[in-house]
């Protein structure tokens, strides 16, 4: 599964901010109406997405087998649906061997069944017997994924049978390498129909419109798949799809923590995909405008119509997919003609890696490709329910990534957003309010984006408001007045149970003599003021951090829930966020640490408006500069507080504890991955991986980083901040990578402390992004008294739990007394250790690491 799948994927969990980061023991206030939560699991399903929705440019015009008509799209997908193992195509293979990209399937002996016609083609093949797949990831940082799924860092399996479906040449391959059973063999393909053919029907259907697209598009970017039974390792899946940015593709299903997984085990690109990157970023099609009506009845359900202006990037494709809540059916899609086009909608729930790509998508073939360059108009019709009532008159606005109809959110476009709804609600969205007007039962209003954004959406609820000024911006927080049914309900349970048994609600208890206390219910809209002014007072820190912020308006709204998301213009935070900390505190939400983190929330939302919506992220890989810009910024946001630096510190070193935490297999969660491979960290041996990996550990890198920028004598922290005030600046309105992030950070380190590279900070980003590894050192010092009067301190510093090459540059600090710390300086320490001497005008008390600064285990 390519690049492009997973930043549809993980865009798609654009910004979804878990309130509790920290581990979880049980989940806090996970509604159901946000069931198995379709975006967590979607997350840590991210690599396994619908890998049918990309494709491709190309010059040559397709001619469909013969045909003068191309078939019904329709009933070539059924065609597809149903191919069984054709009985006249069953052969004996022998030490064959084929050989796609990086690939490598070896069939030395059984028998391979071909599947029956689709189209005039052959599309698939099934085999059983014995033979091997053998691949040898491209780079260490894919070599090391393997090994923690797979123990070996080459994948090298035997398996028993293969189920193969492909748009290439394998089809003609291995028959040119088989032969016509003999009656005189001893072995004989007894059963073999009758073992396939349940399984291809089960199977099918998650490929069906992967292999469409090609059948009915551009035939230069084929499409390859095993799905392989291994004798070791299981049923996993071996792909080349040159669609995909990242074309090989090694993945599988699996179970944990009573959820469905699709595990990546690596991921690289193929020598095709790679020569095409930047089409294959691009994709077939590209969304400029979004003209979106809506119209919310007064049960909730939704009815939607959404026009697309779309850009055409393939003369060649037809079949186009775009993401659609599951919960939204598609009634019609038509052309600008008003010509009714073929849809396909959410076609299998089965169990299999595939389908734990999740089936939020709706897939369109037109009648014929649009050239590269055209612009067309594409319009569509849906209705559905993603709108929920969770008691107490509080409504739970879901699918915000997924309500209309996109090629995978972080795409810019521009919006022009139109609802009606009941008049009883206020409804707040993204974009600027152009038109309002009311009747006694309906409301209505029109949205303009201020730009491009990278999505839209809207809040629902029985809203009270305030707006307040920050220089010429405006900030709306909108809450209701009472809390959902679930928060309340526990709200009165945890108070009965801190006051006495009443006698009688209001009297004296007969037998203690005490006045139960009252249960007063929570009320979010009472906290509108204070929202208000931690919202202005985080816009106004941020924009001496980072530079103008970057909307004329912010919408604070209330949502049931565990998380928050930040949208462009519009935030939404859990109620949670809406009530004092003494009531948040009657929850046990995590102790002080998820107090610290219900703290922050706010914060982090806020600078999802530069960092997240402003600038995006290249691709998946590059997402943490997002996440933890977001975070950092947010801690720091807490650090400038009153007893800030305390909190700040607080937070840092639980982000560290979380770090160093066991998954149950007993490794280090920071072990699970480098942050580099993003949503691919949330997996079955690491379910909350993405969260604490790339949260956590950003955070320390960009705080690590700021440590390295600050200005030694001074200890000014101004080059650390104009650094992220020109990124800003650099990519506005794009998305940057990791390598743009690095080269750009580089400029603003006066000298290395590593012997230079590439670059003067390879060294540090090469450990800390792309590698895992959480340093232990040892210190050991002494101090005596120089001529001068002044102290020498020499000693000594060991390093270990990371491999030898690993480098870091280590604070170094002396104690004198409860509290009074200052810096000696920085240390270089090696795989080989370090020797340091500094001069001290005190004798130290002590002379330490400085934990709070680095992200390390001291001894
Ligand atoms: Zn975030």
Same mark, same amino acid.
């Not at 077939?284 to 959404?306: M, P, W």
């Not at 007969?510 to 009252?518: D, K, Q, S, Y």
């Given at each position: 599964?390519?690049?492009?799948?997973?930043?549809?994927?993980?865009?798609?969990?654009?910004?979804?901010?878990?309130?509790?980061?920290?581990?979880?023991?049980?989940?806090?206030?996970?509604?159901?109406?946000?069931?198995?939560?379709?975006?967590?699991?979607?997350?840590?399903?991210?690599?396994?997405?619908?890998?049918?929705?990309?494709?491709?440019?190309?010059?040559?015009?397709?001619?469909?087998?013969?045909?003068?008509?191309?078939?019904?799209?329709?009933?070539?997908?059924?065609?597809?649906?149903?191919?069984?193992?054709?009985?006249?195509?069953?052969?004996?293979?022998?030490?064959?061997?084929?050989?796609?990209?990086?690939?490598?399937?070896?069939?030395?002996?059984?028998?391979?069944?071909?599947?029956?016609?689709?189209?005039?083609?052959?599309?698939?093949?099934?085999?059983?017997?014995?033979?091997?797949?053998?691949? &040898?990831?491209?780079?260490?940082?894919?070599?090391?994924?393997?090994?923690?799924?797979?123990?070996?860092?080459?994948?090298?399996?035997?398996?028993?049978?293969?189920?193969?479906?492909?748009?290439?040449?394998?089809?003609?391959?291995?028959?040119?390498?088989?032969?016509?059973?003999?009656?005189?063999?001893?072995?004989?393909?007894?059963?073999?129909?009758?073992?396939?053919?349940?399984?291809?029907?089960?199977?099918?259907?998650?490929?069906?419109?992967?292999?469409?697209?090609?059948?009915?598009?551009?035939?230069?970017?084929?499409?390859?798949?095993?799905?392989?039974?291994?004798?070791?390792?299981?049923?996993?899946?071996?792909?080349?799809?040159?669609?995909?940015?990242?074309?090989?593709?090694?993945?599988?299903?699996?179970?944990? +923590?009573?959820?469905?997984?699709?595990?990546?085990?690596?991921?690289?690109?193929?020598?095709?995909?790679?020569?095409?990157?930047?089409?294959?970023? @691009?994709?077939?099609?590209? @969304?400029?405008?979004?003209?979106?009506?809506?119209?919310?009845?007064?049960?909730?359900? %939704?009815?939607?119509?959404?026009?697309?202006?779309?850009?055409?990037?393939?003369?060649?494709?037809?079949?186009?997919?775009?993401?659609?809540?599951?919960?939204?059916?598609?009634?019609?899609?038509?052309?600008?003609? *008003?010509?009714?086009?073929?849809?396909?909608?959410?076609?299998?729930?089965?169990?299999?890696?595939?389908?734990?790509?999740?089936?939020?998508?709706?897939?369109?073939?037109?009648?014929?490709? +649009?050239?590269?360059?055209?612009?067309?108009?594409?319009?569509?019709?849906?209705?559905?329910?993603?709108?929920?009532?969770?008691?107490?008159?509080?409504?739970?606005?879901?699918?915000?990534?997924?309500?209309?109809?996109?090629?995978?959110?972080?795409?810019?476009?521009?919006?022009?957003?139109?609802?009606?709804?009941?008049?009883?609600?206020? /409804?707040?969205?993204?974009?600027?309010?152009?038109?309002?007007?009311?009747?006694?039962?309906?409301?209505?209003?029109?949205?303009?984006?201020?730009?491009?954004?990278?999505?839209?959406?809207?809040?629902? *609820?029985?809203?009270?408001?305030?707006?307040?000024?920050?220089?010429?911006?405006?900030?709306?927080?909108?809450?209701?007045?009472?809390?959902?049914?679930?928060?309340?309900?526990? +709200?009165?349970? =945890?108070?009965?149970?801190?006051?006495?048994?009443?006698?009688?609600?209001?009297?004296?208890?007969?037998?203690?003599?005490?006045?139960?206390?009252?249960?007063?219910?929570?009320?979010?809209?009472? /906290?509108?003021?204070?929202?208000?002014?931690?919202?202005?007072?985080?816009?106004?820190?941020?924009?001496?951090?980072?530079?103008?912020?970057?909307?004329?308006?912010?919408?604070?709204?209330?949502?049931?829930?565990?998380?928050?998301?930040?949208?462009?213009?519009?935030?939404?935070?859990?109620?949670?966020?809406?009530?004092?900390?003494?009531?948040?505190?009657?929850?046990?939400?995590?102790?002080?640490?998820?107090? %610290?983190?219900?703290?922050?929330?706010?914060?982090?939302?806020?600078? +999802?408006?530069?960092?997240?919506?402003?600038?995006?992220?290249?691709?998946?890989?590059?997402?943490?500069? =997002?996440?933890? /810009?977001?975070?950092?910024?947010?801690?720091?946001?807490?650090?400038?507080?009153?007893?800030?630096?305390?909190?700040?510190?607080?937070?840092?070193?639980?982000?560290?504890?979380? /770090?160093?935490?066991?998954?149950?297999?007993?490794?280090?969660?920071?072990?699970?991955?480098?942050?580099?491979?993003?949503?691919?960290?949330?997996?079955?041996?690491?379910?909350?991986?993405?969260?604490?990996?790339?949260?956590?550990?950003? =955070?320390?890198?960009?705080?690590?980083?700021?440590?390295?920028?600050?200005?030694?004598?001074?200890?000014?922290?101004?080059?650390?901040?104009?650094?992220?005030?020109?990124?800003?600046?650099?990519?506005?309105?794009?998305?940057?990578?990791?390598?743009?992030?690095?080269?750009?950070?580089?400029?603003?380190?006066?000298?290395?402390?590593?012997?230079?590279?590439?670059?003067?900070?390879?060294?540090?980003?090469?450990?800390?992004?792309?590698?895992?590894?959480?340093?232990?050192?040892?210190?050991?010092?002494?101090?005596?008294?120089?001529?001068?009067?002044?102290?020498?301190?020499?000693?000594? &510093?060991?390093?270990?739990?990371?491999?030898?090459?690993?480098?870091?540059?280590?604070?170094?600090?002396?104690?004198?007394?409860?509290?009074?710390?200052?810096?000696?300086?920085?240390?270089?320490?090696?795989?080989?250790?370090?020797?340091?001497?500094?001069?001290?005008?005190?004798?130290?008390?002590?002379?330490?690491?400085?934990?709070?600064?680095?992200?390390?285990?001291?001894?």
């Amino acid at each position: 599964m390519g690049e492009l799948g997973a930043k549809v994927e993980e865009s798609r969990e654009r910004n979804v901010d878990p309130l509790n980061s920290a581990p979880r023991h049980g989940r806090g206030f996970d509604l159901s109406v946000s069931r198995p939560s379709p975006r967590a699991k979607a997350r840590a399903n991210l690599r396994l997405l619908p890998l049918f929705l990309f494709w491709l440019i190309s010059g040559v015009s397709v001619r469909w087998a013969g045909a003068e008509q191309p078939p019904d799209a329709r009933a070539l997908l059924e065609q597809l649906n149903q191919v069984s193992i054709d009985p006249g195509e069953i052969y004996v293979l022998r030490d064959a061997k084929i050989t796609r990209d990086k690939v490598n399937l070896y069939f030395s002996r059984g028998f391979i069944g071909f599947f029956t016609k689709a189209g005039g083609e052959i599309t698939g093949a099934a085999f059983t017997g014995e033979g091997e797949v053998l691949l &040898i990831p491209p780079d260490p940082v894919e070599k090391r994924n393997l090994a923690r799924f797979t123990q070996s860092p080459i994948l090298e399996e035997q398996f028993t049978s293969v189920y193969m479906r492909f748009t290439d040449q394998t089809a003609k391959d291995l028959r040119a390498l088989a032969r016509k059973p003999d009656p005189e063999d001893l072995e004989q393909p007894v059963g073999f129909l009758e073992e396939w053919n349940p399984i291809l029907s089960r199977l099918n259907p998650d490929y069906s419109v992967r292999v469409l697209q090609d059948l009915l598009g551009d035939r230069s970017l084929p499409y390859f798949l095993a799905q392989v039974h291994g004798v070791n390792l299981g049923i996993f899946a071996v792909s080349v799809d040159e669609r995909s940015l990242e074309a090989v593709d090694v993945a599988a299903a699996r179970r944990s +923590h009573g959820r469905l997984f699709g595990d990546s085990w690596c991921s690289f690109r193929s020598r095709s995909s790679d020569a095409r990157a930047a089409e294959l970023i @691009v994709g077939a099609v590209r @969304v400029l405008n979004y003209k979106i009506d809506t119209q919310i009845n007064a049960d909730n359900s %939704l009815e939607g119509r959404a026009e697309l202006e779309v850009e055409s990037h393939s003369s060649q494709d037809r079949v186009l997919a775009f993401e659609l809540s599951r919960l939204l059916k598609v009634s019609e899609v038509m052309d600008e003609k *008003g010509q009714s086009l073929a849809v396909f909608q959410n076609p299998s729930l089965e169990e299999s890696a595939a389908s734990a790509r999740g089936n939020d998508w709706v897939v369109v073939v037109l009648p014929s490709p +649009h050239p590269a360059g055209e612009k067309y108009g594409l319009n569509f019709n849906y209705q559905g329910n993603v709108i929920t009532d969770v008691g107490n008159k509080v409504l739970y606005v879901g699918a915000r990534g997924s309500w209309y109809p996109n090629r995978g959110l972080g795409d810019r476009a521009t919006f022009d957003l139109r609802f009606h709804w009941p008049a009883r609600l206020t /409804l707040v969205a993204t974009g600027k309010c152009v038109e309002e007007s009311s009747s006694s039962t309906t409301k209505y209003s029109r949205w303009l984006s201020d730009g491009p954004f990278p999505v839209a959406g809207f809040n629902l *609820g029985a809203y009270e408001s305030r707006v307040r000024r920050v220089g010429n911006r405006t900030i709306e927080v909108y809450a209701t007045r009472e809390a959902e049914a679930l928060l309340e309900k526990r +709200h009165a349970a =945890s108070t009965a149970e801190e006051s006495v048994p009443p006698a009688r609600v209001g009297q004296r208890d007969l037998r203690t003599g005490l006045i139960p206390r009252v249960v007063s219910p929570l009320s979010p809209s009472a /906290l509108l003021d204070q929202v208000a002014e931690q919202g202005a007072g985080a816009v106004e820190y941020f924009e001496r951090l980072f530079g103008p912020f970057p909307y004329p308006r912010l919408a604070i709204s209330q949502m049931p829930g565990s998380f928050g998301q930040g949208w462009p213009e519009l935030i939404y935070l859990p109620t949670l966020s809406f009530l004092t900390g003494a009531q948040r505190s009657e929850f046990s939400f995590g102790g002080n640490r998820g107090e %610290l983190a219900n703290e922050i929330m706010i914060a982090h939302e806020i600078a +999802h408006q530069w960092w997240g919506n402003q600038l995006g992220w290249k691709t998946y890989h590059d997402q943490w500069i =997002s996440e933890g /810009l977001a975070s950092y910024a947010a801690a720091l946001y807490l650090s400038q507080e009153k007893g800030g630096e305390r909190k700040f510190r607080e937070l840092l070193r639980g982000y560290k504890r979380d /770090l160093l935490s066991k998954t149950k297999e007993g490794e280090t969660v920071e072990s699970g991955g480098p942050i580099w491979l993003g949503g691919r960290l949330s997996n079955s041996l690491n379910p909350d991986g993405f969260t604490t990996i790339v949260y956590k550990k950003a =955070s320390w890198i960009l705080h690590m980083l700021r440590m390295l920028m600050r200005d030694p004598v001074t200890g000014s922290d101004e080059p650390f901040l104009r650094m992220l005030r020109d990124f800003v600046e650099a990519y506005r309105g794009s998305d940057p990578s990791t390598e743009d992030f690095i080269r750009h950070a580089e400029k603003y380190v006066t000298r290395s402390p590593a012997p230079a590279r590439n670059g003067w900070l390879d060294w540090f980003f090469s450990e800390w992004v792309y590698g895992t590894g959480i340093p232990t050192y040892k210190l050991e010092a002494s101090a005596r008294r120089l001529a001068s009067g002044k102290f020498a301190v020499q000693g000594t &510093i060991e390093q270990s739990q990371v491999p030898a090459e690993f480098e870091m540059v280590v604070p170094i600090v002396a104690i004198y007394g409860k509290e009074h710390k200052e810096r000696l300086g920085k240390v270089f320490v090696t795989g080989a250790g370090a020797r340091f001497r500094f001069t001290s005008a005190l004798k130290p008390q002590r002379v330490a690491i400085d934990e709070d600064n680095l992200l390390a285990v001291v001894r």
